[in-house]
């Protein structure tokens, strides 16, 4: 955007990297009339509000621990909940997030937004399924067992195509490539692999439904999908699972809300199919339109003049 200034801080050097980022932060808020916003940064959130006791601060809190490990998710929530303590202005990217974290009396809902990726008007004849994000702790080998299944079932070959966009852990694309051999359906699967942002307008013209495929687990189930925004913004319904957050996103007029076992899968697919001539890339785009990012900038501006 214009008007930002991007300061860049090396990561090498081991806890070294952590002295250069304070110095960092130190020599850029002499002014204390500065706001300094802070996405909660583990471990070194509450340092900053030290560091710069007079400066007016927001602490920003995206997300809550996404750890598979029970203790280790309980451990970092309750480290947050702890760095929390030591800010006056919060803000926090979902009501149900802020609950979890006993914040709701305290924060601001600042939700999350995005930006309107295609402009396309949709066709909907036939499906062109787009999965766009990361591979890591997704269980999307279940997406792979549902198309299979519905394949199975319909012999729809020819009348769908699945494009599955990004990366995950070393190795972990490759297993999803082998799985989808394994099961017959190479084909119909496209793996794209890591796409920058600023280069998937192409499959989002060309796709017409997205997939918001999250595993339905405690610690997913409050976290805003980026993906379900940008999936609808652009005009395209969505089969999404029924996490809260997903709940509050897709309804009748803009998609369909499935489990997370391949058989959902495989009926989400079916549903849509069925519903296909209802959808209107116009409707679509207006019922997710409070979520556009400048006005969501514009509720901040006006949250940030009135800090202290």
């Known amino acids: ?10 990561r090498q050097g081991g806890p070294v ?7 960092t932060f130190w020599h850029q808020t002499k002014n204390n009339n500065d706001i300094v916003f ?8 509450w340092i900053l509000r030290l560091l710069r006791p007079d400066n007016p601060m927001v602490l920003d809190i995206r997300t809550g621990s996404v750890e598979k490990n029970r203790l280790v ?3 970092y929530d309750a480290v947050l909940k702890i760095e929390a303590l030591f800010f006056d202005n919060i803000t926090v990217i979902s009501s149900g997030l802020s609950k979890k974290l006993g914040l709701e009396k305290s924060a601001k809902i600042l939700p999350l937004g995005a930006e309107t990726i295609s402009s396309t008007e949709k066709v909907f004849n036939d499906i062109r399924l787009l999965y766009v994000g990361t591979l890591y702790n997704r ?4 997406v792979i067992y549902g198309l299979q299944e519905y394949l199975a079932q319909t012999g729809a070959i020819g009348k769908i195509i699945v494009t599955i966009v990004g990366d995950g852990s070393p190795g972990q694309l490759g297993q999803l490539i082998t799985e989808t051999e394994r099961c017959g359906i190479s084909g119909i699967v496209v793996f794209a692999g890591r796409v920058p942002h600023d280069q998937l307008q192409p499959l989002f013209d060309t796709h017409n439904i997205g997939l918001s495929y999250i595993p339905l ?3 997913f189930d409050e976290q805003p999908p980026t993906k379900t925004y940008e999936y609808l913004m652009s005009g395209m319904p969505v ?5 809260a957050a997903n709940q509050l996103i897709i309804n009748s007029e803009n998609g369909v ?10 009926a989400g697919i079916q549903i849509m199919i069925q519903k296909m001539n209802q959808f209107s890339s116009e409707k679509i785009r207006i019922s997710v339109q409070n979520y556009q990012w400048h006005r969501i900038v514009d509720h901040l501006f006006t949250y940030l003049c009135g800090i202290r």
């Open 239 to 243: 089969i999404g699972t029924r996490t």
């Open 38 to 45: 802070i996405k909660y940064f583990k471990f070194v959130s």
């Open 139 to 142: 269980n999307l080998e279940n």
């Open 17 to 23: 990297r952590l002295i250069r980022f304070l110095n």
């Open 1 to 10: 955007m214009d008007g930002i200034q991007v300061i860049s801080v090396s």
């Open 257 to 266: 809300l499935i489990g997370d076992s391949p058989h959902d899968v495989c």
């Open 217 to 219: 687990t405690p610690y």
């Open 73 to 75: 998710r309980e451990f």
